[in-house]
């Protein structure tokens, strides 16, 4: 019977997104500069990541479909969301490059950027 080995994963500092690369060696991708009084056109091709302490389900919000009611700075996308749930606000929020911010087994993760810290 072959032995099965998991990898462990520690976390990167707060600027960079450690994921495992090609034959084991660690590729380091590192997050554009970001302010909150960006304005949503600033990244049309990403997404926000968001979650709400009252459920532990993510959901993905592309910054595309906030576009489609204005163009506004991310400071102000940022305290109108809530959640359907509870009404309350959401807690981590991540500004994501692509559909993939945690390597689950699936494609590797692409950067991100921590909007909202989690309460």
């Known amino acids: 019977m072959q032995e099965v080995r998991h990898q462990r ?8 997104q450690i994921h495992p690369g090609a034959f ?8 554009p500069v970001f302010h909150l009084d960006q304005h949503l056109s600033d990244w049309p091709e990403c997404w926000l990541e968001l979650r709400c302490p009252c459920s532990p389900r993510t959901v993905m919000h592309p910054v595309k479909m906030l ?6 700075p991310f400071r102000g996308v940022l305290g109108a969301l809530r ?29 991100a950027v921590q909007l909202v810290p989690a309460s």
């Open 67 to 72: 576009l489609q009611r204005g163009d506004r």
């Open 24 to 31: 084991s060696m660690e590729r380091t991708l590192h997050p």
């Open 83 to 111: 959640c359907s749930a509870c009404q309350g606000k959401p807690a981590p929020v991540y500004l994501v490059a692509g559909h993939v911010r945690d390597h689950t087994g699936g494609p590797l993760p692409s950067w």
């Open 9 to 16: 994963f520690t976390l990167a500092p707060p600027t960079q």
